[in-house]
Nanobody, 128 residues
Framework: QVQLVESGGGLVQPGGSLRLSCAAS???????????MSWFRQAPGKEREWVAG????????NSADDVKGRFTISRDNAKNTVSLQMNSLKPDDTAVYYC??????????????????WGQGTQVTVSS
């Protein structure tokens, strides 16, 4: 099992930026580079939605249409971390953001069932 801890959320004005981080750890033998990683978000009263994903090696990324050009996912396998750089934030980006790990090394799609491990989430609020 993978333990995931998100950080970096907070209150930001529209047009501002935030950088979220997710630190991964596990039992003896855990290898972060064996897992594809994604960020999801869930706004009040809405279903959890996929935001962006990155393959295990970091060679391929993908993101949802409504964040393309604004959000960038990256990872550092030496530090067991995955990050989400969020620019040009909008009020509609307000949500709890979760990182998730998939044992399918190349899976970076939106199906929550493909991710076996989830963090507790970090709140992002975009408001003036």
């Amino acid at each position: 099992q993978v333990q995931l801890v998100e950080s970096g959320g907070g209150l930001v004005q529209p047009g501002g930026s935030l950088r979220l981080s997710c630190a991964a750890s596990g039992a003896s033998g855990f290898t972060f580079s064996n897992y594809a990683m994604s960020w999801f978000r869930q706004a009040p009263g809405k279903e959890r939605e996929w935001v962006a994903g990155i393959t295990a090696t970091g060679g391929v990324t993908n993101s949802a249409d409504d964040v393309k050009g604004r959000f960038t996912i990256s990872r550092d396998n030496a530090k067991n971390t995955v990050s989400l750089q969020m620019n040009s934030l909008k009020p509609d980006d307000t949500a709890v953001y979760y990182c998730a790990a998939s044992r399918v090394r190349i899976y970076i799609g939106p199906a929550p069932s493909m991710y076996g491990d989830w963090g507790q989430g970090t709140q992002v609020t975009v408001s003036s």
